[in-house]
């Protein structure tokens, strides 16, 4: 054991894997609706293991966590920046208050308690749910012109402070928002997400799922005799009818297999593949192109569906209708519609805009051939899109730098703040022009989770050996501190929603949970809803909530420096 120990120290960096896999097992751990959670887990961990005397690099520290706000950044700055536009304006206004409530609230309770900067910004980072904050405030307190002791001992307490009231922001914020806020606002929870669920989810999945292509179903066939003689293009024009499109994309003659032009001409015997929606398999008349037969060679060609930038005059500005008729090549379909980055549901007369892209599916010449004569293929790749990734950090940390002084006190965005906000509009850059800076979900996962995991276990690990001291000393009037800042934004939320913004009882929910970032709590609401009709309530305050409480790591330090 003594050597395991002395390894340890030796070698720091086999201690921050070490509390990972620990940290990453403990937070599995569930109890009832509450689940422990990663970043707690690694924190708690940390701290164990500190207490080896064990001492990681500051600059590890800030690589994670500079990976961690990018990858953060860019992930929410699609929905950011859609939640500025009309339409969601009104959540965004609720969210910015909420969590103007929640910084104002530490601040009233951290002032009558006589918290330093350390104790203040770790009762907003847990009692607020947002482990971010960790990091940014001890990134701001290193800047304090304070002695080096009274620095560190702030430091250092801040993760301690996390860690004592994030149970209760997480957990009390679920119970209030799922439990205590539908009788606030006099609903059943249940039957008012129904009543949301008929009005918008449905309308939507419905809109998608009926402009989408679906998958395209290739069938064999005899073809009739009564077709004999007539070429492809007139037998297709006969058969799709609706508007449906159909295409007669192979025909097997004496063996062998051809892609056959417009103006081919069917012979006797011939064996046909026809390419249609699947959805469009009722509104076809089966029984009158001939005999169905499985005939593996006709139909196993090489098919894909690829995203296309679009950057052609061929297709901007015309409706999807014309682009049909008049750009696509016979056998590709339109799969989906994005714009913004989003996929949008579409009909005949919907105009396609520069930069928007299309999905098209298809055999994979015609659709590799047509990509490039409409734009620029925007293919799923694992390779993440280095370059941009780290000119993206790089542009932050510069324009983090600079800092305006405020009395005593310098006043920057930080290189982390900096890289938040790069992260952003890097997001924004890549979902117009989805051809650049790509990163695959599974990298930004691993930028976002684990780039804040390995940043916390650093912190929980340099924290130990003052983490015991500082228990003793604030332990359960600070925890109760933490009751209070978490109790007061939440049910602020709720009456805002309700008396301000007459939102739905599910969105006021949702939207609170979002401006307050706590995951467990959208989770709880969502269960007691027996619907996912609060999340529509989520996603834009999720975005503004992770933006403005990491940054209140920083402004918190200037009311009590």
């Known amino acids: 054991m003594t050597w395991f120990v002395h390894a340890l120290q030796s070698h720091p960096e086999l201690a921050l894997f070490l509390t990972l896999a620990i940290g990453y097992a403990v937070g599995k751990i569930q109890i009832g609706s509450f689940k422990v959670g990663s970043v707690t887990g690694v924190l708690i961990t940390g701290v164990i293991i500190g207490q080896l005397n064990i001492t990681i690099d500051d600059t590890v520290k800030s690589v994670f966590f500079l990976l961690f706000l990018f990858a953060l950044g860019y992930n929410a700055g699609p929905q950011f920046f859609k939640g500025l536009k009309k339409e969601g304006i009104p959540q965004v206004i609720f969210s910015v208050i909420v ?35 960790i990091g940014v405030a001890q990134d701001a307190i ?88 007539q070429s492809v293009s007139t037998i297709e024009k006969k058969l799709a009818r609706d508007s449906i499109r159909l295409f007669l994309v192979r025909i097997k003659r004496e063996n062998k297999v051809f892609k056959p032009a417009g103006d081919e001409v069917i012979q006797k015997n011939d064996h046909v593949a026809f390419a249609f929606k699947e959805r469009d398999v009722e509104k076809i008349n089966l029984l ?85 004569q409409l734009g620029r293929p925007a293919r799923n790749s694992d390779e993440t899109d280095m370059i941009f990734v780290g000119l993206g950090i790089l542009l932050g940390g510069l324009i983090g730098i600079p ?7 310098g006043i920057s965005l930080s290189t982390s703040g900096g890289a938040l906000i790069m992260g952003l509009i890097f997001g924004l850059l890549h979902s117009r ?51 209070i800042v978490t109790i007061i934004p939440t049910l602020a939320g709720i009456l805002l929603g309700k008396y301000v913004f007459k939102f739905k009882a599910p969105i006021t929910l949702g939207a609170t949970a979002g401006a307050l970032t706590t ?37 918190v330090i200037i009311f009590f420096s």
């Open 142 to 229: 290193s800047n304090l012109s304070i002695a080096a002791s009274d620095k560190k001992s702030m430091m250092d307490f801040v993760p301690v402070g996390y860690a004592v009231t994030y149970i209760f922001g997480t957990i009390g914020c679920a119970f209030i928002l799922a439990t205590v806020g539908p009788k606030i606002l006099g609903v059943d929870l249940e039957e008012e997400s129904k009543k949301l669920d008929n009005i918008s989810k449905d309308k939507l999945e419905n809109s998608l799922e009926n402009s989408r292509a679906g998958d395209l179903d290739y069938r064999a066939y005899i073809i009739s005799d009564k077709y004999v003689g």
């Open 288 to 372: 009158d192109i001939g005999q169905e037969i499985s005939d593996y060679h006709l139909i196993n060609f090489p098919t894909e569906s690829l995203a296309v930038y679009v950057k052609s005059d061929k297709v901007i500005g015309k409706s999807i209708k014309e682009i049909r008729h008049h750009t696509l090549t016979r056998g590709v379909f339109i799969s989906k519609l994005q714009s913004t980055g989003e996929e949008v549901p579409y009909q005949n007369d919907t105009i396609v805009q520069n930069h928007d892209v299309l999905t098209l599916t298809g055999p994979v010449d015609e659709v590799e051939v047509l990509a490039y």
């Open 433 to 483: 022009r989805p051809t650049i800076g790509r990163i695959p979900s599974s990298t930004a996962w691993f930028l976002s989770n684990v780039g804040l995991a390995a940043f916390v276990a650093v912190v929980g690990i340099n924290a130990g050996p003052g983490f015991v001291s500082g228990l003793k000393t604030s332990g359960i009037s600070f925890f109760l501190a933490g009751v």
């Open 519 to 555: 995951t467990a709590a959208i989770g709880a609401i969502c269960e007691k809803a027996k619907s996912n009709a609060p999340v529509l309530g989520y996603t834009v305050p999720y975005a503004v909530g992770n933006i403005l409480l990491t940054v209140w790591g920083s402004i």
């Open 403 to 409: 800092a305006l002084m405020i009395g005593k006190v």
């Open 99 to 133: 969590c103007v409530i929640g910084l104002i609230s530490t601040i009233i309770v951290g002032k009558i308690l006589g918290y330093n900067a350390g104790q203040a910004s770790g009762l907003a980072a847990g009692a607020l749910t947002q482990s971010a904050v």
